[in-house]
């Protein structure tokens, strides 16, 4: 069984680093062929996926957030954590973390989301 745990402060300042870590367990983060991605919902609105990085270490921003995000990992410990600089409100969100396998268009296993409040 595949488990995804994110970890990291509930709460952020504006313009800091908002810094998450999903912890696997059940599968190793350099599986072939299978992409860990961070997915973000704000209250009231959708899913929005931020990125992913993937089996070989390459990594994939979106194109809206890309020049405040990095997602990096150490496989020694099977983790892999998500940075999002210069916070703002609008990145109060529930973030989760997700793994998708190559070819596919669905996330089959998800953390259970935790959720990010930036405030002063």
């Known amino acids: 069984q595949v488990q995804l745990q994110e970890s990291g402060p509930g709460l952020v300042k504006p313009s800091q680093t908002l810094s998450l870590t999903c912890t696997v367990s059940?599968?190793?983060?350099?599986?072939?062929?299978?992409?860990w991605s961070w997915i973000r919902q704000p209250p009231g609105k959708g899913l929005e996926w931020m990125g992913a990085?993937?089996?070989?270490?390459?990594?994939y921003y979106s194109p809206s957030l890309k020049s405040r995000t990095s997602i990096s990992r150490d496989t020694s410990k099977n983790q892999f954590t998500l940075q999002l600089s210069s916070v703002t409100p609008e990145d109060t969100a529930v973030y989760f973390c997700?793994?998708?396998?190559?070819?596919?268009?669905?996330?089959?296993?998800w953390g259970q989301g935790t959720q990010v409040t930036v405030s002063s």
């Open positions: 997700a793994r998708r396998r190559e070819g596919y268009s669905l996330f089959d296993y």
């Open positions: 059940g599968d190793s983060i350099t599986t072939n062929y299978y992409y």
């Open positions: 990085i993937g089996y070989s270490g390459s990594t």
